[in-house]
């Protein structure tokens, strides 16, 4: 499978990255190398074997669902571009 | 007096419990040593010296008191991609500007409760992304090491290339790092440094900025198996902060060093023959085994027959994960902002800013596999690949290997701006090609320096373990240090 420039804007966009015309097309190129280098898996016959979920045996942990950390405001806002008494600020979302 | 910088952990712990050198006096050695070679080498990106002569200070307090912990007054350098408290912490990323956490990661918390004294933070690929360091944010690292009677700069490998370039130059004493297809044992390799990738789980993952969440370890680099030894016991811990910390108790690693390798059976995995290997490389590999058959190990030829797709389905569930972990970086919560007319036109202009072209390369891979109608094809075909790389290899160790041998890099240390590796991403990407199976199983893995090749670089070779089996990679790698010596570049900077 290889990519075309209409998708490589697609997939771009999906990731919420700007790319100019000449990124776009040499992403298109790169993107291609790579997806050429990983085709060969598609060769590997893989009835009957399950998708790896966990890669060491575990039980997934749990714990009591209780609040036990918290009243952070301050620190949870203090590395923010812009904020206002604890509020994160974006442009404005709705009209 | 004798260059503090030159003692090995285990020495300066002896004499800094002997009383015969302080903590104080050994920071200040390495505050020099970093002044004066920081600005050719590059290894670190921030420099925290107030605070570690206050850490010092607290540990000789602790010293004279009897309290000292198992690491107590030693200066060690952190990856940037550690979380610090009010320090730097960018995993070498524009996007991450002036970020400074409010919180500690489990990992280095635990190496501070045990009385190191952290001297500041390391370079690496931006966003642990790269086998060169080239990608970071902040430049290129230089690696101490040279070929003979050459000029010519090379890198010290990544993504840990700051970490294994500080720790061979001697500009700390050992440093974290971490590990998601290679990015501690590669950059090791390039320097004469060890370094070790514990199993998945060993280490806490809580506070490290994430890559591929299924993949990333920490380890150190340090410039012996002992001292290794001695910082993987700080390092791991079990952490309910992590859901993927193995409840397992941290053994004595250093325990492990000087058992004999009698009874022991190594496997010699056929697949890791490849095309195009460099000669010296191979003749390295059997210079191993003959060392580890005089200890009294048996080897045997295996097979691990999935090897070759180890690489390629790695480059579909790393950026997959990647491209997930890094949609927080939105302009919103922490870091670069860039404006735009509306509020989607801010995230698409801020990630186009603050991401290098690595790092979006991995995230558009990653979005276009997990894409409607790709997901399949690739990324699910690739997680039972993954399963079958993991069969391999517990098969082998069914058969009763203990420990496999192999080669660490495909080659040595390569040039700073090599033309045809940055042409070609998936060239670079061939680097990991020894490294990434043990990643993709969760397994340890250990790089040990064996040798130099013709041009005078070292060359490693690569342990690999049942999990949670660190201390007999630990012990099978110190027999290959007796036997090979260690390696210390000339100094030039």
């Known amino acids: 499978m290889s990519v075309d420039l209409a998708t490589v804007k697609r997939v771009a966009r999906l990731a919420r990255i700007a790319v ?68 994160f600020q974006v442009p404005k979302v709705v009209e | 007096m004798t260059d503090l910088t030159r003692l090995t952990i285990a020495e300066a712990r002896e004499k800094l419990g002997a009383k015969e050198i302080t903590a104080v006096e050994l920071t200040d050695a390495y505050l020099g040593a970093i002044e004066a070679a920081n600005p050719v080498i590059n290894a670190y990106v921030t420099v925290t010296p107030d605070k570690a002569r206050d850490m010092a200070k607290a540990s000789d307090t602790r010293i004279a008191a009897g309290r000292a912990g198992a690491l107590e007054g030693i200066p060690l350098g952190i990856k940037d991609l550690f979380a610090t408290e009010g320090v730097h912490t960018q995993a070498c990323s524009h996007i991450l500007d002036s970020f400074r956490p409010k919180y500690e990661s489990t990992v280095t918390q635990n190496l501070w409760n045990d009385g190191a004294v952290m001297l500041g933070k390391l370079n690496m690929d931006e966003f642990a992304m790269g086998s060169s360091n080239e990608s970071s944010y902040y430049g290129a690292v ?95 811990s079990v952490d309910a902060k992590d859901t993927t910390s193995v409840d397992l108790p941290v053994p004595d690693y250093e325990a492990a060093l000087g058992q004999s390798l009698k009874g022991m059976r190594i496997g010699i995995p056929r697949e890791y023959r490849v095309e195009g290997m460099p000669e010296e490389i191979e003749a390295l590999w059997q210079q191993g085994i003959a060392w580890l058959k005089e200890a009294g190990a048996e080897v045997v030829d295996i097979s691990l027959p999935h090897t070759k797709y180890a690489l390629p389905a790695y480059y579909i569930v790393a950026p997959a994960e990647a491209s997930s972990n890094l949609a927080r970086y939105d302009g919103v919560r922490y870091g670069l902002r860039v404006d735009g007319k509306d509020i989607v036109d801010m995230y698409e202009k ?28 690739y990324y699910l075909q690739a997680q039972k690949v993954r399963t079958l790389i993991k069969r391999d290899f517990e098969l082998a160790f069914n058969a009763g290997v203990d420990a496999i041998l192999t080669p660490a890099t495909p080659s040595s240390a390569f040039g700073i701006a090599d033309e045809e590796l940055a042409s070609d991403p998936v060239k670079m990407y061939l680097q990991d090609i020894f490294t990434v199976t043990v990643n993709m199983a969760g397994l ?28 007999v990679l630990f012990k099978t790698a110190h027999v290959i240090e007796k036997a090979a010596g260690r390696f210390t570049p000339a100094k030039w900077w």
């Open chain 2, 142 to 236: 230089k690696n101490p090491w040279r070929a003979t009677g050459s000029n010519a700069d090379l890198v010290p490998g990544g993504s840990s290339g700051g970490s294994a370039a500080a720790v061979a130059a001697f500009l700390c004493a050992g440093a974290t790092a971490t590990d998601t297809g290679g990015s501690i044992r590669q950059p090791a390799a390039f320097t004469g440094t060890v370094g070790i990738k514990p199993t998945y789980g060993r280490c806490s993952r809580w506070g490290i900025v994430a890559f591929a969440s299924s993949l990333d370890q920490a380890g150190p680099i340090a410039r012996d198996v002992r001292d290794a030894a001695i910082l993987l016991k700080s390092m791991a």
């Open chain 2, 350 to 377: 801020t990630r186009a800013a603050g991401f290098g072209q690595e790092v979006k390369r991995r995230i558009m891979i990653g979005t276009y596999v997990l894409s409607a109608g790709y997901y399949d094809a």
């Open chain 2, 444 to 471: 340890p893995g250990l790089s040990v320096p064996a040798g130099l090749d013709h041009k005078g670089l070292p060359l490693s070779l690569q342990l690999i373990g049942k999990p949670f089996e660190e201390d």
């Open chain 1, 20 to 87: 100019s015309e000449e990124e776009a097309n040499r992403m298109t190129g790169e993107l291609n190398g790579i997806l050429g280098f990983v085709e060969q898996l598609s060769e590997v016959d893989v009835s009957g074997v399950e998708p790896m979920t966990s890669v060491t045996p575990m039980e997934m942990k749990k714990r009591e669902d209780v609040v036990n950390d918290g009243n952070k405001a301050d620190d949870i806002v203090a590395n923010a571009p812009a904020s206002d008494r604890n509020f």
